[in-house]
């Protein structure tokens, strides 16, 4: 299936997932991007894009969740009002978000700041994410090609001088294993749904859970009802279930998108 620029919807960032309801049947489409030129072959261009367009999607977001809110303040009602309608009255964009990142949104040159202008509303807005960087295979590892017949070390790719700091038997390396870490999430502000957290397979009550680096906790945002779409977790990531190799303290809230307001 090939992706328009007629086409509207909202792009996972994480898993290349573009998903589209539909108004009329309520029904979701989802459909998943592939990159022909892979991950770790982008070149500094593509990844300038994508922190900026992620820069973008995180001022937005933050502009959209206080201008639709319940306890919104009478003139951020009445604009969120004015989006809505300005939207339905362009079905190009689709959604809020879409309008404001085609029409009303800017980003600085550091991506800490996010310019929203509509109409005679201006305000900029203060954003932080860990932004990408180029990624580049080691010369001594060859790309993947199916056949690892002539590979000679590849669960040790950086030493493979044959000099006598390398290990004859390497082990892959666990720093954290000894580490103890609180892992925290829990549900934004703005509510919409539940999290649930499990260790090695084993769910976890409370919202918590002590975890080293040699365990696997998962994070999984549910939507209250339909009325709700998980949008993404607070440090930025949009992935769901979340799947995490402990490597530090953590505190994270899921994020809702309540459709019945779009």
Known sequence: MWLTGGMSGRADRTSNTYTKQSSITGKTIAVTLRNPVGYDKQGAKQIA??????????????FCRRISADNASAEDKEIYKSLVSTVRGQHRYGTVRGYLMAKCASVNEELTQVKISY?????????????RGVVTRPNDEPDFSGDDSGSTDSGNSGNTDGGSSVDPNPVNPDPAAGETYSIQAGVGADGGG???IKKNGAAVEGGSVEATGSDTVVLQAVPENANFQFMSWSDGNSQNPRT????????????FLDLSKI
């Open 49 to 62: 894009q994508q922190n900026k367009f992620h820069a973008l999607t995180k001022g937005i977001a933050t």
């Open 119 to 131: 109409r005679d509303h201006e305000e900029t807005i203060n954003v932080s994410f860990q932004a």
């Open 194 to 196: 539940s999290v649930t």
């Open 244 to 255: 995490i190799q402990p490597s530090a303290d953590m505190n994270v809230t899921a994020n």
